[in-house]
C-alpha cells in the first residue's frame, strides 16, 4: 500500500540531523567571510562530523555496518542537510547513492573494499561516466553508439587497460573509489577503481557551474584495472536513477532554507508603519513559497517511494511513470522561483553578498539547469506518456 507516513527511525533520523545542522552546521557555513567567498571551501569538518554520525553509510546493511537506511529516509537525511550547507549534502549524497549500490550486493569486487570504506570517514565515492549521447533533436532517433570519453582495451592477461578522461565529476578530488564507465569494443562496462591506482589523476575544478560539492575531471592515462574489478552495469544504471530524488532533496533543501530565512525576517522589518508580514502582497508571496515546497517534497518522497517499493507502481498503487523525472522537473523549477521570491522579500539586502539569499538562489539555480536539464526530461517523459520504445 502506497503510504508516506514516517516510521519512527525515520523521524529520529530526520530530527538528529535537524538538530546538527543547527547546532554545528548554519553557524559555519553562514559566515559572511564565506558567503562572500567567490569558491566556497567545502567545510571539511563538518563532513567528517556527519560521517561520524552514520551518515556516509547510512545506505548499507546492518550486517554491512550501515542503518539500512532506505531512499526515502536517505533523501529526508539529504533535504535536512541541506538547509545548512548544500555542498556537505551533496558530497553525502553521491557517496550514499553509490555505496547502496556498489556495497549492498553481497558479493562482488567492492567487497575486498568494505573494511577500509567503514573504517575511514574520509572514504568518498565517485562515479566517472560519458553522459548521454542521445541529446538534441536525434533524441526520437535510434539509440547512438557509445561515444567514448574513457576507452578501454584488454591487455593478454584480461586486464583492462584505461585512457581518457571525464569533466565535471562530482566528489573527484576527495574520491577513493571511482565507479568508471569505459567503452571497450563499443561496448559499456563499469570497472571499480581504486583512486591511487597508477595512471588515475585527479583535477580540481571552480564549484559552482557545474555542481554542488566538490566536482573534479578525472584522467586516465594507460591505468590498468584487472578483470576482477567489474561491476554490474544495471546496479550502476539504478544509482544513477536513484540519484534523481536524493539530488532533488538537496534541492528541496535549498528552498527550505530560504523560506526559512524569510519567514524568520518578515515578522521583523516594518514598511508603512506595520510588519511588513502583514501585508497582503508579502502574505500571499510566502504561502506561494509553502505551497511551492510542500508539493516538491510531496512529489520526491513519492519518487523515493517508489524506488524503494516497486511492488507499488506492480500493483498500480502508483503509476508506471518516470516518477523522479517529473519530480525533477517539477522541483528544480519551483524551488528556484520560491528561492528567488524569499530574497525579495528582503529588499536589496537579498542580493548582497554577505547574506545567505543571494547564496540560496545562486544554488538553486544550479539545480536548475544540473544535468542534461529540464528539456531533455520532457522529451524522456514524453516518451513514457506515448509508450514510445527508442529502436
Not at 530526520?14 to 552546521?25: G, K, L
Not at 564507465?181 to 571552480?206: I, N, W
Not at 516594518?270 to 510566502?286: S, T, Y
Request: with cysteine.
Amino acid at each position: 500500500m502506497y503510504n508516506l507516513r514516517l516510521s519512527a527511525e525515520q523521524l529520529e533520523f530526520r530530527d538528529t540531523v535537524r538538530d546538527f545542522v543547527v547546532r554545528e552546521v548554519k553557524p559555519v557555513a553562514l559566515k559572511s567571510e564565506r558567503l562572500e567567498a567567490s569558491e566556497r571551501p567545502l567545510l571539511t569538518a563538518i563532513l567528517d562530523q556527519a560521517a561520524q554520525m552514520g551518515l556516509r553509510t547510512m545506505a548499507l546493511g546492518e550486517d554491512s555496518g550501515g542503518a539500512a537506511a532506505d531512499l526515502l529516509t536517505c533523501c529526508i537525511v539529504i533535504e535536512e542537510l541541506a538547509t545548512g550547507d548544500v555542498d556537505v549534502a551533496a558530497v553525502l549524497a553521491e557517496t550514499v547513492r553509490l555505496s547502496r549500490i556498489i556495497f549492498v550486493p553481497s558479493t562482488g569486487p567492492a567487497q575486498q573494499y568494505l573494511p577500509s570504506f567503514l573504517a575511514d570517514d574520509h572514504c568518498h565515492l565517485a562515479f566517472a561516466g560519458r553522459g548521454d549521447t542521445r541529446l538534441g533533436a536525434n533524441f526520437h532517433g535510434p539509440r547512438a553508439a557509445p561515444r567514448a570519453t574513457i576507452t578501454g582495451s584488454l591487455a593478454d592477461n584480461g586486464d583492462v587497460i584505461l585512457n581518457g578522461n571525464a569533466e565535471g565529476v562530482r566528489n573527484a578530488p576527495i574520491a577513493k573509489l571511482f565507479a568508471v564507465e569505459v567503452v571497450t569494443d563499443r561496448r559499456s562496462e563499469f570497472l571499480l577503481v581504486p583512486a591511487d591506482t597508477p595512471g588515475l589523476s585527479v583535477l580540481a575544478q571552480a564549484s559552482g557551474p557545474r555542481g554542488h560539492g566538490v566536482v573534479g575531471s578525472v584522467a586516465f592515462a594507460d591505468c590498468r584495472v584487472p578483470a576482477d574489478q567489474r561491476l554490474d552495469g544495471r546496479l550502476i544504471d539504478i544509482a544513477v536513477e536513484q540519484g534523481g530524488p536524493l539530488d532533488q532533496a538537496l534541492n528541496l533543501g535549498i528552498g527550505r532554507a530560504a523560506y526559512e530565512a524569510a519567514l524568520d525576517y518578515v515578522p521583523l522589518r516594518v514598511q508603512g508603519g506595520r510588519r511588513i508580514v502583514e501585508h497582503q502582497a508579502i502574505g500571499a508571496k510566502l504561502a506561494e513559497i509553502a505551497v511551492s515546497l510542500e508539493v516538491a517534497r510531496a512529489a520526491v518522497w513519492r519518487a523515493a517511494f517508489a524506488a524503494d517499493h516497486p511492488e507499488a507502481i506492480a500493483d498500480r498503487s502508483l503509476p508506471d511513470l518516470p516518477l523522479a523525472m517529473m519530480a525533477k522537473v517539477f522541483t528544480s523549477g519551483a524551488i528556484y522561483r520560491a528561492a528567488k521570491d524569499a530574497a525579495e522579500l528582503f529588499g536589496a539586502m537579498g542580493v548582497m553578498r554577505d547574506m545567505p539569499l543571494q547564496k540560496y538562489v545562486h544554488d538553486a539555480l544550479i539545480c536548475l539547469h544540473a544535468g542534461n536539464g529540464n528539456a531533455d526530461d520532457k522529451l524522456r517523459i514524453a516518451e513514457a506518456l506515448a509508450g514510445y520504445r527508442r529502436p
